[in-house]
């Protein structure tokens, strides 16, 4: 039987609404000593075997098709099934009774699991909200900042971020006559040095607010955003980092790259079902930082206002703590191992396969890569390279040979941009090297 959880005394604090249990600022203050963590009503899954990276995970853990070669996780992530299952078990415990869960029980568990999560990003808990994915964090903080803008400042930005970003930027000058200053990196780059060199020639005066990608989406390249900020703090500008790609496949600490701004999802290599993100804010800026939707918390602090963006599906943030266990289980570093080392030696086995180069020197990528495609699948006239020739071998690959994998028209070149987790092993990159030698023949 579940276990019932106690109503609060008449004394306690409301932070907003009717809800019984809405303490919300009191509980996330709370040091992990005078911490209450509220009693799962549920069984969750839990771990005990550990199974072999590769074919043995992907069985293990994993709800890939077996027919499929899969080394596109980069795109939207592939989730842990037992997360999957915890999802649908706290789905159907608030069913049972949904007051109950709703009214009295829900925000304690958000509360203990924004706890858990900042822990592993290495955070006050106090400086995190969960949201459903990088999308709307970008939109939360562009939107919020620009209204602190005087006329005649400007945004910076890469031509590495992420096309969704672009285009909010777009938005927010049209309304708001903001100038975009986008620099331009060109490949191949070796260094982080080189980044931060067009960085530092290129941000402006007059510049507010400069956004960068930790993983460009396109470009799969580590970027420096620890040097990036420090550099932008110096000059008197703030920082947002969209890290849609960094949680789980990076040792990411917010404390340590002290962004003003951090975003990441928590759905792509962190492997949590579909819906789930989380947006850091310093706490100088939070008095300023609004959601995009407006609720019972509004006023009543930074973690409430957040917290409860009216009834949705709550079930993915709370099947944090599953997929918590699970890589508490295999080990943190021993994942990011794998899962680099997989990604680098994939992309050395291909270089060979085809004679090709990649992207960016070898260390400057994580688990995904860039490979560019052999001369013989791309025009004879290299200048005219673009998406179109990119989506034709993508498709020969995904319809030909069941192999999910993006290819990228960069600069007048193609490359594929394979990805590893651990369901993946060096012979799922075999069959695309050899897929790829067979459309060259053909």
């Not at 075997?49 to 293990?60: C, H, I, L, M, S």
């Not at 008197?236 to 340590?256: P, T």
Request: aromatic fraction near 10%; hydrophobic fraction near 40%.
């Amino acid at each position: 039987m579940a276990q019932q959880q106690e109503r609060p005394s008449a004394g306690v604090r409301r932070d907003f609404g009717s809800f019984h249990s809405s303490n919300v600022q009191e509980l996330i203050a709370q040091n992990e000593t005078d911490s209450h963590h509220p009693p799962f009503p549920v069984g969750l899954p839990c771990f005990s075997e550990k199974a072999q990276y590769g074919k043995e995970t992907k069985e293990k853990h994993f709800l890939i098709e077996e027919n499929w070669t899969f080394i596109n996780h980069g795109a939207f992530g592939a989730v842990v099934k037992e997360a999957l299952q915890a999802a649908f078990v706290w789905q159907t415990y608030c069913e049972k009774q949904p007051l109950r869960f709703l009214d009295r029980e829900l925000l304690p568990h958000l509360v203990y699991v924004t706890k858990r999560l900042a822990k592993f990003v290495d955070a006050d808990p106090a400086d995190i909200v969960l949201l459903p994915n990088v999308t709307t964090g970008n939109s939360t903080v562009v939107k919020s900042v620009v209204k602190q803008f005087l006329p005649g400042n400007s945004i910076y930005t890469l031509n590495l971020a992420y096309g969704a970003t672009k285009k909010l930027l777009k938005q927010i000058s049209s309304e708001h006559n903001v100038h975009i200053e986008e620099a331009t990196v060109t490949f191949p780059v070796q260094t982080e040095e080189e980044i931060l060199s067009i960085v530092d020639k290129t941000l402006r005066d007059d510049t507010k607010l400069a956004i960068f990608d930790h993983i460009p989406s396109n470009y799969g390249i580590i970027l420096p955003v620890k040097k990036l900020v420090e550099l932008c703090h110096t000059r008197g500008i703030q920082v947002l980092i969209d890290g849609a790609h960094a949680l789980g496949s990076l040792d990411i600490s917010m404390r340590d790259i002290n962004a003003d701004y951090y975003v990441s999802n928590c759905h792509k290599w962190l492997c949590n079902p579909k819906g789930c993100a989380f947006l850091y804010v310093a706490k100088p800026h939070q008095q300023y930082i609004r959601p995009l939707v407006v609720s019972h918390g509004f006023g009543s602090g930074f973690s409430s206002e957040f917290i409860w963006a009216g009834l949705k599906d709550y079930s993915t943030q709370l099947a944090l703590h599953t997929v918590f266990d699970f890589w508490e289980h295999y080990g943190v570093q021993s994942i990011r191992q794998h899962i680099t080392s997989t990604a680098r030696a994939a992309g050395a086995l291909l270089q060979r396969a085809w004679g090709t180069s990649l992207l960016a020197g070898e260390n400057m990528f994580g688990p995904m890569v860039l490979v560019e495609l052999p001369s013989g699948i791309t025009p004879n006239d290299q200048r005219s390279i673009k998406y179109d020739h990119a989506e034709i071998v993508q498709n020969k690959l995904y319809h030909g040979f069941q192999i999910e994998v993006p290819v990228k028209a960069i600069q007048n070149k193609l490359y594929v941009r394979i990805s590893a987790h651990i369901y993946n092993d060096i012979g799922d990159y075999m069959r695309l090297a050899e897929a790829v030698n067979e459309l060259v023949k053909a």
